[in-house]
């Protein structure tokens, strides 16, 4: 081996963090990120930004067109319709430089944004968050106060059929303590990496 040679870089994982709106996973993903050990990746929307989202922070929020031409352009790692409405997408570039950097990131992306991560062979461990029960989450989702009615019957539709993937998970987390739920996780990625 040369003298100038590093020591092996590990490549990095993705981690996936899927589960209906409202099972808290962006409360999670905050407290996950706070380690320092896992990156985010922030993708792109063609949703408006909510209460006090910020662009390049929370997601690249884009029109349709600007969505379109990413996604055409083969710059998404994967894309999904939610909630029958808005495009979501991870862009591929920052995430796959930092697998090579070594890095874990964290994806919060739905569940057919997962399963195509499956199919591309990724690295990845998958972990799917669940609420406590479908009433818990629709409280959830009222007291944020910034969806319509429409919106939480959207995603509460949603929300049904998302819980119907989570066997594909390898890791299911139901919901009922931060602490806890965070512990979990924690551990599990600690076994996994
Ligand atoms: P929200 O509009 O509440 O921020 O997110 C709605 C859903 O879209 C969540 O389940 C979230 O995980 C999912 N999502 C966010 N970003 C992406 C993405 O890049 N790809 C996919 N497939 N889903 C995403």
Redesign the pocket.
Known sequence: MSSTAGPPTRQGQLVVL?G??GAG?STVARELLSSGDLVVSI???T?PPRGREEHGRDYYFLDEDEFLRLRDGGELL???R??GK?Y???PARPVLEHLAAGRDVL????V??AEQLRQKGLPLVTIFLEPPSLEVLRERLLRRGDTSPEDIERRMRTAREEMRQAWRYDLRVVNDSLERTVQRVRDFLVGSA
């Open positions: 899927s209906p709106a996973k993708s792109a929307t949703r994967e894309w999904a939610v909630h808005h979501y997408g991870t994806l919060d992306i739905d057919q944004g």
